[in-house]
């Protein structure tokens, strides 16, 4: 489709061809839109590069969310290439994965803050860089999970950020609503991806969302990328601070 011809996003998240971010980006360019990528670290970068050169994708550099100079090059490349953007798509998160297991009473303060820093923080500092870049009816999008709103085990400390996250999506999209810009985000079921398998027993909760959703089986990032497309493009330029679920309907039953 040509739903999002003439529209140019930044997705910052992927890290290898299983990556949500990359089912949203592929997403976006097959329904006609220009991509921009950022990649964290050499190490990714070898991985990045080749599937932006799949979307015909601009490579917008290094972003390491907890260094706010490498945000704010990407930002500088992106208004020197483009001038202004329409979208933007977060899809970053971080714990510990030792903590990501047992109890969430033995969460340290240390992997707290850092949670909270690159899974939180971090869409609230590239909304306010990317807002003033943002054309009229520009659209940002994070990804969450159901663990914000139930406890699931060992979630634990991401459950607690992603509750964070789901708060300041609807506290950015009052503050940028005014300028016309919406802020959502995407409730995907689990998927097998690098950050997921550093979550304890996550096969597991593979199986029990197969057994007990509604469609009775997972989703997948093509999925994700196809709900996004909705929230990222005009069809949904009257929805802002929403949390949409793309799990089967796992969050109707679980
Ligand atoms: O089941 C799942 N996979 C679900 C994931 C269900 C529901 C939501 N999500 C969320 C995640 O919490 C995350 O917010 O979707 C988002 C994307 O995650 P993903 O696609 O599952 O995971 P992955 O492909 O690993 O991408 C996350 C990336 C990082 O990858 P690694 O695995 O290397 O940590 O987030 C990026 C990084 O590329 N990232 C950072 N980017 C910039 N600065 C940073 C950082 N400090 N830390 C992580």
Not at 58 to 79: K, N, Q, R, Y
Not at 123 to 128: D, M, Q, R
Not at 194 to 199: D, N, V
Request: aromatic letters at 8%.
């Amino acid at each position: 489709s040509g739903l999002m011809k003439g529209k140019r996003g930044l997705v910052m998240g992927v890290a290898n061809n299983r990556s949500i971010a990359w089912g949203i980006a592929k997403a976006c360019a097959d329904a006609g839109a220009e991509i921009a990528l950022t990649y964290q670290g050499d190490a990714l970068k070898k991985r990045v590069e080749p599937l932006a050169n799949e979307l015909g994708a601009l490579l917008a550099g290094h972003c390491d969310v907890t260094d706010p100079a490498t945000i704010d090059a990407v930002f500088s490349e992106l208004e020197a290439k483009w001038g202004k953007i329409d979208f933007l798509v977060h899809a970053i998160a971080f714990s510990d994965k030792d903590e990501l297991t047992g109890r969430y009473v033995d969460t340290s303060r240390e992997n707290f803050a850092r949670t909270m820093d690159i899974s939180v923080f971090s869409l609230t500092s590239v909304a306010k860089r990317a807002e003033p870049l943002m054309n009229e009816g520009g659209s940002m999008l994070t990804l969450t999970y159901y663990g914000a709103e139930k406890v699931m085990p060992h979630y634990n400390v991401m459950g607690v950020a992603k509750a964070a996250l789901e708060a300041s999506v609807r506290y950015l999209a009052v503050d940028l609503g005014s300028n016309g810009i919406r802020v959502n985000a995407l409730s995907a079921g689990p998927i097998k991806t690098l950050a997921a398998s550093g979550i304890g027993d996550f096969r597991y909760i593979l199986k029990w969302n197969e057994y007990n959703s509604p469609l009775k089986r997972t989703v997948t990032i093509d999925e994700v990328g196809d709900s996004a497309l909705y929230l990222l493009s005009d069809l949904s330029r009257g929805v802002t601070g929403e949390v949409h679920h793309v799990d089967s309907g796992y969050h109707t039953v679980g």
